[in-house]
């Protein structure tokens, strides 16, 4: 199966009044690069949390952004520092009336200040939490991968498109080169009989002639070369599996036979073909670029 890089998953998951919402989502990346929104007080998750991802992806750019919403705040762990908030107060009075200010402070001014309240876990509280923020990012992954897979089988089949249409350009090309020589040949023998119209044709010079300009030409080597890229790249596509710095190499070397047969066309038809086989490897080049 191949993956695409680009991918998103969403899930929600409750348990007693709390619900952890995890989403992830992610695009091409050369490497793996897992970036953490996640709120303060479950940073100590922060190690279960990468680990559990690493078994659904190997590469890409992602995202992953937990929430938490507690609709029994009480039942969490929500205490109300009384003794601080009477100190604060205490302060307040006296810096009113030292400075000979108005004291302005109100409850909820009060309550926005450090510590006044927070959350305190009881042990089971955090076992719990753990198990619900694994169990919504093991799901939203799921959902993460199965549009990964969506994509990259989308992925395939237009590569697998692409490299049909190079193999008959492959094709064009070899099937050409000879009508090319045979060209050139006709071209000097008409220009032999302009010269020389009763003069017998030097057989051995014109077929001199001929081997120097179709060594000049030949992309014999080329063609078998790229041949083999594009039935090896196919190949790759149809097994499967974390191919996409494999297929990146491969296009590489594509474009460097593309590249020569360009150079050695000396005909309008090659010169067409070779274009248009670098255009479709440069389309390739690009598309791997977000499979994993």
Known sequence: ???????????????????????????????????MHIPRRF??????????????????????????????????????NKELAEKYMEY????????????DITVSKLGQLQEIFKMEDTENDEEMLNALIIEAVEKAAEAFK????REGEALKNDLLGKLDTMLANVDE???????????????????????????????????????IYSDKLCTDEETVRLRNHILTMRKTLENGGEVGRRLDFIAQEMNREANTILSKANDFRTSEIGIAMKTDIEKIREQIQNIE
């Not at 302009?194 to 001199?208: F, I, M, N, P, Q």
Request: net charge negative; charged share 35%.
């Open 146 to 149: 199965e549009t990964r897979a």
């Open 1 to 35: 199966m191949i993956t695409s890089m680009t991918g998103f998953g969403r899930y929600e998951a409750e348990k007693d009044g709390i619900k952890i919402t995890v989403e992830i989502k992610s695009v091409n990346h050369r490497y793996l690069d897992i970036n």
């Open 92 to 103: 307040f009075s006296e810096m009113a009336e030292e400075f000979g200010i108005e004291n």
């Open 43 to 80: 940073s100590r998750f922060d190690s279960d949390v990468r680990k559990t991802l690493q078994k659904y992806m190997s590469r890409g750019k992602v995202d992953v952004g937990i929430s938490f919403r507690d609709d029994a705040l009480e039942a969490s762990g929500l205490k109300y």
């Open 173 to 211: 090309v070899e099937k050409r080169y000879p009508e090319i020589i045979n060209e050139y040949r006709q071209k000097l023998l008409d220009k032999l009989a302009e010269v020389k119209a009763d003069t017998s044709v030097d057989e051995g010079r014109l077929a001199a002639e001929l081997v």
